[in-house]
């Protein structure tokens, strides 16, 4: 059984940056593409961001050039840098495998910009 843990979720204003992390057990990340999600409120869950085994990365267009998805294998880590925050980017943020369907999700982080 697979467990992703997200944290580092919280409240922030207009311009701030944060940065989420999700930590999986149970399965090695490193084979992998992961992706960071979001939901908001009434809204469908919607994909950030990719990161692929062999490095490449990929953006929702609304994210591009403040969002930065990283992984570290060897932790079984993968973190999304959010600088620029804007109030369009809060939701709930979620990671989870892309490739060879999802695992269970997790908790996910809260992410609330306000002012």
């Known amino acids: 059984q697979v467990q992703l843990v997200e944290s580092g979720g919280g409240l922030v204003h207009p311009g701030g940056s944060l940065r989420v992390s999700c930590a999986a057990s149970?399965?090695?990340?490193?084979?992998?593409?992961m992706a960071w999600y979001r939901q908001a409120p009434g809204e469908e869950r919607e994909w950030v961001a990719h990161?692929?085994?062999?490095?490449?990365?990929g953006y929702r267009d609304a994210v591009k050039g403040r969002f930065t998805i990283s992984r570290d294998n060897a932790k079984n880590t993968v973190h999304l840098q959010m600088n620029n925050l804007k109030f369009e980017d809060t939701a709930v943020y979620f990671c989870?495998?892309?490739?060879?369907?999802?695992?269970?999700w997790g908790q996910g982080t809260q992410v609330t910009v306000s002012s």
């Open positions: 990161s692929t085994p062999t490095g490449n990365t």
């Open positions: 989870n495998k892309v490739t060879g369907g999802s695992w269970s």
């Open positions: 149970g399965s090695r990340i490193s084979m992998y593409t």
